[in-house]
């Protein structure tokens, strides 16, 4: 129920961005920064916060841009690798300044999902090169969001991670795929867990990736300790039922 209730939310956050005028960010951010980064090699970038990447695509755009520009909505007007802040504000500002938004509409429109989805699945060639990068910045990404003010400050969630890359966090994950392979009880918070971290890229891009998905890694032992209880509950539940149909069976 709790993995349920996670995805609801993330569904119906999605939706209420998605279909209000607040939704341009999240459609500039999906397309310009999930996949114009994504093919210009974020994942190689000697960069793992989220202002170092920013600060990395800046200084090389010109370089960067050149790797796809053949995907470019608008070629003479390259945007792909750049970011709603501050790139998408500043031209959101300058054609509602000239009364002309319906551009600035056009610009993220391919963004928008019921174009975005078709215009993903017609080039199955970039999956795996977007699919390395999310793998990799999900593995690698700096989860202490330093760049933020210290309220938003999130500590302990580089040593969750260094301790995940570690042999023994590596033999959980190993014992986790192993319990929900044999509990069918896990299967469904491990296909949450495989398929989130696309999920937070579908919603908004490389855009401060980590921060969008620090909550959800923090939500992780209370979702599979729940799994676990349940399947355990199951179990036990399961023993009576025998044990019960042994005494009523018996003359």
């Known amino acids: ?68 520009l053949a995907l470019e909505p608008n070629p003479a007007q390259p945007l792909l690798g750049t970011r709603f802040s501050p790139t998408g504000a500043i031209l959101w500002r300058s054609y509602k300044a000239r009364g002309e ?5 056009a610009i993220v429109a391919p963004g928008a999902l019921g174009n975005f ?3 993903l699945l017609a080039r199955p060639r970039i999956w795996p090169e977007i699919i390395r990068s999310i793998a990799i910045l999900t593995a690698t990404g700096d989860y202490r969001v330093q760049y933020l003010n210290n309220s938003l400050y999130l500590p ?23 319990a929900a392979w044999v509990g ?5 918070p491990g296909l ?28 992780l032992p209370l979702l ?9 509950g199951g179990r036990a539940g399961g023993s009576g039922n025998l044990a019960g149909g042994s005494l ?4």
């Open 156 to 178: 302990g969630l580089s040593e969750l991670q260094d301790f995940a890359r570690s042999w023994l966090g590596a033999y959980g994950l190993v014992a986790l795929a192993l």
């Open 1 to 68: 129920m709790l993995t349920i209730g996670l995805i609801a939310l993330s569904a119906l956050s999605l939706a209420r961005w998605e279909y209000t005028r607040k939704g341009e960010v999240n459609r500039y951010n999906r397309f310009y920064s999930g996949v114009g980064q994504a093919l210009q090699g974020v994942a190689d970038w000697p960069a793992r916060a989220f202002h170092m990447r920013n600060l990395y695509e800046r200084e090389h755009r010109a370089q960067l841009q050149q790797q796809t």
């Open 101 to 105: 938004l319906a551009t600035f509409d």
């Open 224 to 232: 599979f300790s729940g799994a676990f209880s349940f399947r355990g």
């Open 184 to 188: 069918r009880s896990l299967w469904l």
């Open 192 to 219: 949450f867990l495989l398929t989130l971290p696309l999920a937070v890229w579908g919603g908004d891009g490389f855009y401060e990736f980590e921060k969008h998905f620090a909550p959800y890694w923090m939500l």
């Open 248 to 251: 009523n069976s018996t003359p």
């Open 117 to 119: 989805i078709p215009w």
